[in-house]
């Protein structure tokens, strides 16, 4: 599981209240990425990170927010949670393996925004 | 914008069987094509993964072929078992900037049926 560990692992919450979520890893790798999973939509890339201060959006980034402060953490923010963000979340790093971007994901987290 | 296009969504398979998942992609600057494993309630786990330089790669029961004139690889599961059951994922990714990150399909649920 690379080290990667995700919490909450599950969190229902009201719409407009702020949520954090946040991903742990352990083996130091430099990339880190945050994901949403939606039925018939696949894996979506909300944000990644390249490093400590480091992040860019991804196809998916309106309403969330994330920060990286220490390498082994990287937290997604959503400011004002929506109905629309019930989700389930998953955190990933990237190795370089076989020569291309592998990434290993952790368990998840499940959002429910009521 | 879909990058990478996946199908079936989902499939149906008699234990023995053969499943075929088929993925393809748009973008030319991709040069890495892993498959992911899902299980209910966990997160996607690495499968196999090929590089365009060759046009197939076996590993067990899973082969991935890749068809890069057509810009379509597939994922063959032999001698299918109940214990395939999930749901996969092709994705793929290029070493630009632009390309650097996972790019997944929508996903096929499998279910092998005894």
């Known amino acids: 599981d690379a080290g990667i560990t995700q919490s909450p692992r599950h969190k229902v919450t009201e719409t407009g209240t702020p949520v954090t979520l946040r991903c742990h890893q352990t083996?130091?790798?430099?990339?880190m990425y945050w994901y949403r999973q939606d039925p018939g939509h696949g894996l979506r890339l909300i944000h990644y990170?390249?490093?400590?201060?480091?992040?860019d959006k991804g196809e998916v980034s309106d309403g969330y927010s994330v920060s990286r402060s220490k390498t082994e953490d990287f937290l997604l923010t959503l400011e004002s949670a929506t109905s629309s963000q019930t989700s389930v979340y998953f955190c990933?790093?990237?190795?370089?393996?076989?020569?291309?971007?592998?990434?290993?994901f952790g368990q998840g987290t499940r959002l429910t925004v009521v | 914008q879909q990058q990478v296009k996946q199908s079936p969504q989902s499939l149906i398979v008699q234990k023995g069987g053969i499943s075929i998942i088929n993925c393809a992609y748009e973008?030319?600057?991709?040069?890495?094509f892993p498959w992911y494993q899902q299980f209910p309630g966990k997160g996607p786990a690495l499968l196999i993964a090929i590089r365009p330089d060759v046009s197939e790669k076996k590993e067990g029961r899973f082969t991935i072929s890749f068809n890069k004139s057509a810009k379509q690889f597939s994922l063959h599961i032999m001698d299918s078992q109940p214990g395939d059951s999930a749901t996969y994922f092709c994705a793929a990714s290029g070493t630009s900037y632009n390309t650097d990150k996972l790019i997944f399909g929508t996903g096929t649920r499998l279910q092998v049926f005894p």
């Open positions: 973008n030319t600057a991709f040069d890495y």
């Open positions: 083996e130091n790798h430099r990339y």
């Open positions: 990933a790093i990237r190795r370089q393996a076989g020569g291309g971007t592998e990434a290993f």
């Open positions: 990170s390249y490093g400590v201060k480091d992040t």
